[in-house]
């Protein structure tokens, strides 16, 4: 029954290569997130969908691609990934976009540059 | 784990005593304020949230203040228990918005 749900947990791989980071919520949201977690604990946003609509897309590399199959998937791909890349990268979701809801969040995935 | 490096404000308090956690924010136009508890290994979960137009919220033990004059938020958690060790984030937004900005969080340690 687990709300808002992150796939792989963990991820570590070489530098260079590809990767997907994959989540899906239950709630019936209209608006997913896409945040990165840096080692001091400082989390940022990346990327906002309102129902497979992109609305928030902050300075972030091309490498990093979201996509939205519907509106409960949200998949994030990175591509030649960098040792900067290595962080907790979260999923979080909520009701609507513009009307200041609680934005709920899986438990992240660890993603690991060697 | 810890991270080399990491260094957030932190508080230490006894169980059964209230903690209190601040945060300040700088952008006039926030309208919507909100705490996170974020556990080791897990993701930020939803405490308490407020919007411009209060100052002041109850959930079960806990309180959230708003001080919008001089920019300032504050968590107050009673009573509180081992479970409550985390680290804790307050986040706003602009009116209408769902881009949440996060601040640094403070780790909450519980001494039994």
């Known amino acids: 029954d687990t709300a808002v749900s992150q796939t792989p947990k963990y991820l570590v791989t070489q530098m260079g290569n590809d990767k997907s980071i994959k989540c899906e919520q239950n709630l019936g949201h209209d608006t997913m997130y896409w945040y990165k977690q840096d080692s001091k604990k400082f989390l940022k946003i990346m990327f906002s969908?309102?129902?497979?609509?992109?609305?928030i897309n902050e300075t972030v590399p091309n490498r990093f691609s979201p996509k939205s199959p519907d509106k409960a998937h949200l998949n994030l791909h990175i591509n030649s990934l960098e040792l900067g890349d290595s962080a907790v990268y979260f999923c979080a979701s909520s009701q609507v976009a513009d009307s200041n809801q609680p934005q709920h969040f899986g438990d992240g995935t660890r993603l690991s540059i060697l | 784990g810890e991270s080399v490096g990491l260094h957030l404000p932190t508080l230490s308090v006894q169980e059964g005593d209230n903690s209190i956690i601040n945060c300040a924010y700088s952008?006039?136009?926030?309208?919507?304020f909100i705490w996170y508890k974020q556990e080791s290994g897990k993701g930020p979960q939803f405490i308490i949230d407020i919007r411009s137009n209060m100052d002041k919220r109850q959930g079960q033990r806990v309180t959230v203040l708003l001080n919008k004059t001089v920019k300032h938020l504050s968590l107050q958690i009673a009573a509180t228990q081992p479970g409550d060790s985390a680290v804790y984030f307050c986040a706003e937004s602009p009116v209408g918005g769902s881009r949440l900005t996060f601040g640094e969080g403070t780790q909450l340690t519980v001494n039994p």
């Open positions: 952008n006039s136009a926030s309208d919507y």
């Open positions: 969908y309102n129902n497979k609509e992109l609305i």
